[in-house]
């Protein structure tokens, strides 16, 4: 069955430094990935998916995601971190016949210092 | 278009009380899910359908009733609530094609007492 793992439940970033959330992924077929933002009370919001092509995915709000078979991630970024970009950040694949479902990870919750 | 739309905003149950939340969406979508979601748990599947009359069973089913009369319509029945049911409930829709991106709902806040 497939799985998301998201190591980090908690992360604390300055703000203007750059950001690295992690995200693996256990999937037996070509996996369809995605990341969403979920701010505190709000529903979710798409920042990027990937189905093929390029590994290096862009999304909104200047993120971007790099996808590595060999290494089953799909790893998010952003060069310079706004405060407000503080949320939680979930990953997720696509599961289900026709994929349509998602497995989501357990998120990470991404707090920006002054 | 209206996208996805879920009623009740926001429930207050009495241990063993019944309700439906309601989702629905006006994009023509194929495909319907219902997640919950919890603290430190993620977004959990419950059940999903494929197309009007087709419903299955997700990861955490137990509890929850659905059914796919209609393209547009997505209840999920609660037939006798438990505490453990306290979660937010999201529905979402997507068209019959692997790339396409799921559309959520804002959510139901549920609270069982």
């Known amino acids: 069955a497939q799985s998301v793992t998201q190591p980090d439940i908690h992360i604390t970033v300055s703000e203007g430094a750059s950001l690295e959330l992690r995200c693996n992924y256990s999937y037996g077929a070509t996996p369809y990935l995605f990341w969403y933002v979920q701010s505190p009370g709000q529903g979710l919001q798409l920042l990027l998916k990937?189905?093929?092509?390029?590994?290096l995915v862009q999304g909104i709000k200047g993120f971007e995601a790099e996808f590595k078979r060999s290494q089953s991630s799909f790893n998010l970024r952003k060069p310079s971190v706004h405060w407000s970009d503080a949320a939680e950040y979930f990953c997720?694949?696509?599961?289900?016949?026709?994929?349509?479902?998602?497995?989501f990870g357990k998120g990470t919750m991404l707090l920006v210092s002054p | 278009n209206a996208g996805v739309t879920q009623t009740p905003k926001f429930q207050v149950l009495k241990t063993g009380q019944s309700m439906t939340l309601q989702c629905a969406q006006d994009?023509?979508?194929?495909?319907m899910s219902w997640y919950r979601q919890d603290p430190g748990m993620g977004l959990r599947l419950i059940h999903y359908s494929v197309g009007a009359g087709i419903t299955d069973q997700g990861e955490v089913p137990n509890g929850y009733n659905v059914s796919r009369s209609t393209t547009e319509d997505f209840p999920l029945r609660l037939l006798s609530a438990a505490p453990s049911q306290t979660s937010v409930y999201f529905c979402?829709?997507?068209?019959?094609?692997?790339?396409?991106?799921?559309?959520f709902g804002p959510g139901t806040r549920l609270l069982v007492l």
């Open positions: 990937y189905f093929s092509g390029d590994t």
């Open positions: 979402a829709s997507s068209p019959a094609e692997p790339q396409e991106t799921q559309y």
């Open positions: 994009m023509n979508h194929e495909y």
């Open positions: 997720a694949v696509g599961a289900g016949p026709g994929y349509s479902t998602l497995t």
